[in-house]
C-alpha cells in the first residue's frame, strides 16, 4: 500500500521524512446526510397548547381559573372576588327555588317599527341576537318564590344588544310590575344597560316614562320594590326604574352612571375622583343601599324581603 511522507522541520534546521498514518484519499468529497423533519416539517412550539373553553383569566387578578370552578362559584373570581358577566337565565338559576318560575311574555319580540337602516339593519340584527343568545330581548320577567316569599321578578341581560331598553323591555318590564300590584307582589329588578336603544328612536325614551308610572302605582299600594344594579347599569334605565327601588343594592365594582366618564369630564371641565362611577363610589355618597355578592345575594335578599314585608303579613294575620 502506498503511503505519504511528510516533511518535518527540525529545530536544528535538518529535514527528516516521516510517514503519513492515515493516507488522504485523492479527489474525494464528503457528503452528510440531512434528517428528515418531523411533524411535517412544522416546528412545534415547546409552549403547551391549552385545548379552549377550559379556562379563563381573571382581568383583575389575573389568575387562571378553571371554567367549571368558575361556574360553581357562579362567575366570581375565587381568589380576587372580581364578578365575571353573567346571563339572565343563569342569574335566575342562583336565585329562586327549583321549578317555581313561571316567565311571562316569553314570545313578545322587537319589531322594526321606524325601518332602521346603517351599516345593518335592526331586523337582521335582532334576529342575530335572537340565534345567539337564545332569547327573544334584553329581558327575562316572570313570577317565582325567593326563600318562601313569591315575587314578580325582572332580569336583564347584557348579551342581547348591550341590554339597550326598547318597547319590548319596557312593556314587559310594565306588565311585571303591573301584575306584582295586581297579586300583592313585591318586585325585584336586576338591571345590566348600556341605555336606551337607538333603533327604536322616541319609542324608547318611552319606556322610560311608562315603567317609572308603574313603580308610582306600585308604591300607592305600599308594596316594595328592590332594584339591584350589575356591571354595567347606565344612561336611561339608570335614570328611570334602576334608581326608583324602595332598597337599592349594587353588585361589587359595578359601573353605575347616567353619562360616560369621559363626557362628563368634558362637559365639567373638571377631574373626575378615583373610582367615579363605581358602586363602592356611589355607596359612600349615598345613592345605593348595600353592595352585595353574587354569592350572598340571594340570602339577603330573603332577608330583605321578609324585613319589608313584615308589616303587611302582620296585618292579614
Given amino acids: 500500500m502506498d503511503t505519504t511522507s511528510f516533511t518535518k522541520k527540525s529545530i536544528g534546521g535538518v529535514a527528516t521524512v516521516e510517514p503519513a498514518l492515515t493516507p488522504p484519499v485523492a479527489h474525494t468529497q464528503t457528503t452528510f446526510t440531512k434528517k428528515p423533519k418531523l411533524g411535517g416539517g412544522k416546528i412545534r412550539s415547546k409552549k403547551r397548547d391549552i385545548p379552549e373553553g377550559l379556562w379563563t383569566k381573571c382581568p383583575m387578578c389575573e389568575t387562571m381559573i378553571f371554567d367549571k370552578e368558575l361556574d360553581e362559584n357562579l362567575k366570581v373570581c375565587p381568589k380576587c372576588g372580581h364578578h365575571f358577566p353573567i346571563g339572565s337565565r343563569e342569574r335566575i338559576h342562583s336565585?329562586?327555588?327549583?321549578?317555581?318560575?313561571?316567565?311571562?311574555?316569553?314570545?313578545?319580540?322587537?319589531v322594526d317599527m321606524l325601518g332602521f337602516k346603517g351599516a345593518s339593519t335592526y331586523k337582521s340584527k335582532l334576529e342575530a341576537y335572537r340565534k345567539n343568545t337564545t332569547l327573544k330581548d334584553a329581558v327575562v320577567t316572570g313570577l317565582c318564590k325567593i326563600g318562601a316569599q313569591r315575587v314578580a321578578l325582572g332580569v336583564m341581560d347584557f348579551n342581547f344588544l348591550g341590554g339597550s331598553m326598547g318597547s319590548v323591555v319596557g312593556e314587559k318590564l310594565t306588565r311585571l310590575i303591573e301584575r306584582g300590584t295586581e297579586k300583592g307582589l313585591p318586585v325585584i329588578i336586576i338591571s345590566t344597560s348600556g341605555g336606551a336603544r337607538m333603533y327604536e328612536g322616541m319609542f324608547s325614551l318611552m319606556q322610560m316614562a311608562k315603567t317609572s308610572?308603574?313603580?308610582?302605582?306600585?308604591?300607592?299600594?305600599?308594596?316594595?320594590?328592590?332594584s339591584v344594579l350589575t356591571h354595567p347599569t347606565t344612561a336611561g334605565v339608570m335614570a328611570s326604574y334602576a334608581t326608583l327601588g324602595d332598597l337599592i343594592l349594587a353588585e361589587p365594582g359595578a359601573m353605575i352612571g347616567f353619562a360616560g366618564p369621559r363626557v362628563i369630564k368634558d362637559t365639567t371641565q373638571?377631574?373626575?375622583?378615583?373610582?367615579?362611577?363605581?358602586?363602592?363610589?356611589?355607596?359612600?355618597?349615598?345613592l345605593i343601599d348595600a353592595i352585595v355578592s353574587r354569592k350572598e345575594m340571594k340570602a339577603q335578599l330573603i332577608e330583605y324581603l321578609d324585613f319589608l314585608t313584615a308589616g303587611k303579613k302582620a296585618a292579614v294575620s
Fill in 95 to 110: 336565585l329562586v327555588e327549583t321549578c317555581t318560575f313561571e316567565e311571562m311574555d316569553a314570545t313578545m319580540s322587537s
Fill in 213 to 226: 308610572a308603574a313603580l308610582a302605582y306600585h308604591a300607592k299600594h305600599h308594596l316594595p320594590y328592590i
Fill in 270 to 286: 373638571a377631574e373626575l375622583p378615583p373610582g367615579f362611577q363605581t358602586a363602592e363610589f356611589l355607596l359612600d355618597h349615598g
